[in-house]
């Protein structure tokens, strides 16, 4: 790369990194059970294909997709089933999610596992579906099932793969560590991966405050002719991936548009190496890298993790000291959102569980009147009008909300970060979209219905009309045969005359 590229707005909060330790990975304790959720990915939730009593090895599915838009889920370790049932999940909505719950027998028995030997001779359905049956979806953000984003077909194709290892949420460090410790693992997901979607280039980039992971990816990635690593000023939240590809790449995703309208392919270190453990040794994702950090844990640390790890025993691994702690955080402070209850598992995208003390990071403040200094505006990096984004969600006036692209709100925290009055912009945001997101439901769900109607009022239309052609022709058959002399009722009469005189002559 000659030249790097600077975004609009942004941020420099204190980055607090060091305290979990990065480039060190610690193997968390077994727990003793394990509580999956049958959706932790965007799209249709996966359907149990266990029940309780069944005994399963690690690795065997347990839920299986339903739906394109959906991927399965497999058990981290050997146990038993013993609930399947609603449980508290970590989500920012606060709902509930059917979940399996597995007591672990302490073993840790697998499946067999079998990896493609010359991924390189196989077709691209071959490999996507060996990445959607192993569970693949994004690690670093919303959880978007991998092997659909990887077969996104757009007209431009895809030439420039970039593996985000920016990771400029403070306190977190899970990529960083995967990055100096998984070097060549995420090299080699990586070539799969733009060996799947047809890029020529690939691109790790990195934020200049993670030089032994710049060293290590360096180093890696010297073996991969179409591979660079690029490395930019640290702001926040340079990790977007529309800012990200600003940065790198000098052009912006349109508005309602993804990155691969623009023949760009952004992923997360981590799902670089899911990929390469689906494709070449054949397991799904039952573990992850975890940030386990906060000044109220006596050892903080990165953690390789058993996806379905109560967070409370994660925590207890971690030297938790609860009366120290404010509150728990599922992600960093910017983007995060509290834990209610602390046996919520650790799923796919949990990259962070933050537990700050009440000095570390204070609770929110009340909050006051907007003063419109425009700080907030400033501040975006998605150049939106925050002010008038928080006006119209108040109002909710979803007309003016669309107009102004509340859509393409990348809820950052940014724009709350700076706002002098503590207004929780963000929070009015989420709100202010999944109101929009219903009403899109609802007018799919309306004109659906008004199809339907109008479908069954033409098929009735067209039914009495067909029955009224065949009176018609009826009639004017009957009309024609009277005119020619053969009156039908006439001819009723002779046939039943005929009938009766052949019976009394029978008789």
Not at 52 to 62: C, E, N, R
Not at 128 to 149: N, Q, Y
Not at 336 to 343: P, Q, Y
Not at 382 to 391: F, H, N, T
Request: with cysteine; hydrophobic share 40%.
């Amino acid at each position: 790369m000659n030249q790097i590229f600077n975004i609009h707005g942004g941020i420099h909060p204190p980055e607090r990194k060091e305290l979990s330790n990065p480039g060190r990975v610690i193997d968390a304790t077994t727990p003793s059970k394990l509580v999956l959720p049958i959706t932790q990915h965007i799209g249709a939730p996966a359907r149990p294909i266990v029940e309780v009593g069944d005994a399963v090895l690690g690795g065997q599915m347990i839920a299986e997709a339903q739906g394109p838009v959906s991927v399965p889920v497999h058990a981290p370790s050997s146990g038993t089933v013993t609930a399947i049932e609603a449980r508290a999940v970590p989500h920012a909505s606060g709902l509930t999610d059917t979940c399996i719950e597995i007591t672990l027998d302490g073993l840790d028995q697998s499946i067999a596992y079998e990896g493609v030997e010359d991924w390189r001779a196989q077709s691209k359905t071959l490999l996507l579906e060996r990445i959607r049956l192993s569970g693949v979806t994004g690690l670093g953000g919303a959880g978007f099932p991998t092997a659909i984003k990887l077969a996104s077909d757009r007209d431009k194709g895809i030439h420039t793969l970039i593996i985000n290892g920016t990771e400029c949420e403070p306190y977190i460090t899970a990529d960083d560590t995967v990055m100096q410790c998984f070097a060549q693992q995420i090299v080699e997901g990586s070539e799969i991966l733009a060996h799947i979607v047809g890029a020529q280039t690939v691109l790790f980039a990195i934020e200049d405050n993670k030089p032994e992971a710049t060293d290590a990816m360096r180093q890696a990635a010297a073996a991969l002719d179409m591979a660079e690593v690029v490395t930019f000023p640290t702001k926040y939240p340079s990790g977007g991936e529309k800012q990200l590809i600003e940065i790198l790449l000098n052009t912006q995703v349109p508005s309602g548009g993804i990155p691969a309208d623009l023949g760009v392919l952004c992923q997360n270190p981590s799902t670089a190496i899911a990929v390469r453990d689906a494709i070449i040794d054949g397991r799904p994702l039952t573990h992850r890298i975890t940030t386990v950090t906060g000044m109220s844990l006596n050892e903080p640390g990165n953690r390789r993790v058993m996806l379905g790890t109560p967070i409370g025993e994660l925590l207890a691994h971690a030297g938790f000291h609860a009366e120290q702690a404010d509150r728990v955080l599922h992600g960093g402070p910017m983007m995060g959102f509290a834990v209610t209850d602390l046996a919520m598992p650790v799923v796919k995208i949990t990259n962070c569980i933050l537990a700050p003390t009440r000095s570390e990071i204070p609770p929110p403040q009340a909050q006051q009147p907007c003063i419109r200094c425009g700080m907030c505006a400033e501040a975006c990096p998605a150049s939106l009008l925050p002010q008038q984004l928080y006006w119209y969600a108040r109002a909710k006036d979803q007309e003016q909300l669309e107009r102004h692209n509340l859509m393409d709100c990348i809820e950052c925290g940014a724009c709350a970060y700076v706002c002098p009055s503590h207004i929780p912009l963000v929070q009015y945001y989420r709100s202010a979209k999944g109101a929009l997101r219903e009403a899109v439901k609802e007018q799919v769900r309306s004109d659906n219905s008004r199809g339907r109607f109008e479908a069954r009022q033409t098929r009735l239309e067209q039914e009495a009309a067909a029955r009224e052609a065949k009176r018609a022709a009826r009639k004017a058959a009957a009309e024609a045969r009277a005119q020619a002399g053969d009156d039908p009722v006439q001819a009723a009469i002779e046939r039943a005359k005929a009938k009766k005189a052949q019976q009394e002559e029978s008789s």
